[in-house]
């Protein structure tokens, strides 16, 4: 009886060990172009969505609460047929605090507009790896894979090799549909380009900037300004060699799209030699924002 209860008493004041998810999605659900009296169906579709992002296991890996990694996920809905047909664009972002810092980083921040899915009220959210189910959760589920490879690869070189894969997956599972955005015909500025160029040896030097821009540059900050965002230069020159070979890249353009005002502020403190290097690049490789790119040197 005494050893029951001092088992008892053991179990009692044991701290459990708490193991989270990896994912800390916040969600949002426009539909101010919606004429409806009714829209109790956007709540349950955010509710849903939440559920099926946070609770979700995406990797084998173990993650302490504070390890999560910090994204959200916007919808704005368009179009709905009063019914289950739904349409509009889904934003995607993700951020990574830098080490002995507050500053959260932005290493996603897209707008996908290819978003058409059918959803009825209160039907479950039901996702395979293995099977195109619904064109909901393969867009959901594509994103978190996308979303958790970037972030590994901020880590480690190419540390989010797998996970990429399992987003080009479910690209393949999904070009069977009749859905827009999984395709490798007409726009090239979609989910399957998305997956397919990460995982393309030419993208290589990008993949390898997500690292030395967050893990040598950005962590390293607190230590030595000048020598990280010497590290952050070599990383973004870098990304040349893939502007030569593929103008107007879409993986360019969403890594600058995320980028560009940070990249301003760590540069505005350089000496002029290493802003009239950058300028020059960024405005070569990155034209479509040369009137920020300017303000380095202000």
Known sequence: ????LIIFIWILFTPVLSISQELKCAVQVLSSQIQSSDKRVFQTLKNAIYEFMNNRKWTNDVFDDEERIDCSVLLNITNWDRASDFSGTIQIQMRRTIYNSSYDSKLINLVDKHFHFNYLEYDPLEFSEGAYI??????????AYIIIGLDYDSYSPLGGTPYIQKAQNIVNNA???EEIGWKSFGVKKNRYYLADNLLNQMYRPLRNC???YHRLGLDKMSEDVNASRAVITQGLLSLEEIHQKQQGSYLLQIFFDTKGDEIVNIY????DAEKTQIIRLLSKIDPGHTTKYVKIKK
């Open 134 to 143: 619904t064109n909901l959760t393969s867009i959901l589920a594509f994103y």
């Open 210 to 212: 997500y690292y030395s």
């Open 1 to 4: 009886m005494v050893q029951k």
């Open 175 to 177: 070009m069977g549909s």
């Open 268 to 271: 505005k403190q350089a000496n």
